[in-house]
């Protein structure tokens, strides 16, 4: 049975919001006009603020079925769309060569069916489910190359794919397209041109407080609120990288993990690791530099609260 798409902005929260997703409403209305109007959605943001995260959420709410191409530099047609199956119609050949019984052009039809065909996520995309379409995910886009970027837009604008020895596949119903970048280059604007746009920004402190109470709700209030200014106040600095959502939740998890109420300052110097990912920038935090963080911190709290 194939579950409704959301009919409204207020839907496409609660839907969000059931797959343990806190998104602002601007995301919803993006996410909802992109699923309405049957347009891929590219989300682009800093990593670890949520993007991919989207796509999951999506594909278990609804029931579908999720296609992940994971991008990187070198990424082409054979390992995206579709590769023949080279070997098995070696043994093909060969067999047909041994009974004698088929000819050359009946032989060379049989070779380029379907049934010789490897299909990989993108063309995977463009096939019905019983589910109702698939969640397709393009992750990190600005990984691959922009040969790569041409090639999606007759994906991306007609839902088809072309292939030479086999012909056009053409989806029956767009796939949900969801695609993110870490903006490590910019993508073409004939891409973007073909999507609804949507930017994905580090959240506000309420907002990530709520993240934690919803991702970490084994953390205390306490702790959570102190982690969530900790990070926040990273963030204001200059970091080579700063922490993103998902370095706050596994450094909350973490602190949960070592019996933490609160945080303190060798604690703090212990965990590092799991906030920040470059050894200047634990070089630059640890000790005193964060010590004088945790206390303006608190201090911050202890004002907030008392009012």
């Known amino acids: 049975m194939t579950t409704p798409l959301p009919a ?53 709410m609804l029931g579908r079925k999720l296609l992940r191409l994971q991008c990187y530099e070198g990424l082409d047609a054979s390992s995206a769309v579709y590769e023949w199956n080279y070997a098995r119609q070696m043994m ?11 000819d050359r052009e009946s032989l060379a039809a049989d070779l380029f069916s379907e049934r010789f065909l490897v299909k990989r996520p993108l063309l995977q995309a463009l096939e019905p489910g019983l589910a109702g379409p698939p969640v397709l995910l393009i992750d990190e886009l600005d990984r691959t190359d922009e040969p790569f970027e041409a090639y999606l837009l007759e994906i991306l604008s007609d839902y088809q794919v072309s292939i030479p020895e086999f012909g056009t596949v053409h989806a029956p119903e767009p796939p949900i397209v969801i695609l993110t970048s870490n903006r490590t280059r910019e ?33 205390d209030a306490r702790l ?21 959502v998902a370095e706050t939740l596994d450094w909350a998890q973490a602190l949960v993990e070592l019996n933490q109420l609160e945080l303190e300052p060798s604690v703090i110097n212990d965990t590092l690791g799991t906030l920040l990912k470059y050894q200047d920038d ?15 911190v608190k201090t911050e709290l202890a004002a907030t609260t008392a009012r």
């Open 282 to 296: 634990i070089g630059r935090i640890q000790g005193s530099e964060a010590a004088r963080i945790l206390t303006q």
């Open 8 to 60: 409204s902005v207020d839907e496409t929260l609660a839907l969000l919001t059931r797959g343990n997703y806190v998104a602002d409403r601007s995301l919803a209305t993006a996410l909802f006009l992109a699923l309405k109007l049957k347009r891929p959605l590219f989300l682009e943001g800093e990593a670890g603020v949520g993007k991919t995260e989207i796509a999951k959420v999506l594909s278990s």
């Open 187 to 219: 993508i073409h604007d004939a891409l973007k041109r073909r999507c609804f746009y949507h930017w994905v920004d580090y959240p506000g402190a309420a907002r990530e407080r709520e993240i934690v109470s919803v991702k970490a709700p084994q953390a």
């Open 224 to 244: 959570a609120a102190q982690v969530v200014g900790f990070v926040q106040t990273l963030r204001g600095m200059d970091l080579y990288k700063a922490p993103g």
């Open 92 to 102: 093909e050949i060969r067999l047909a060569e041994a009974s004698g019984g088929q």
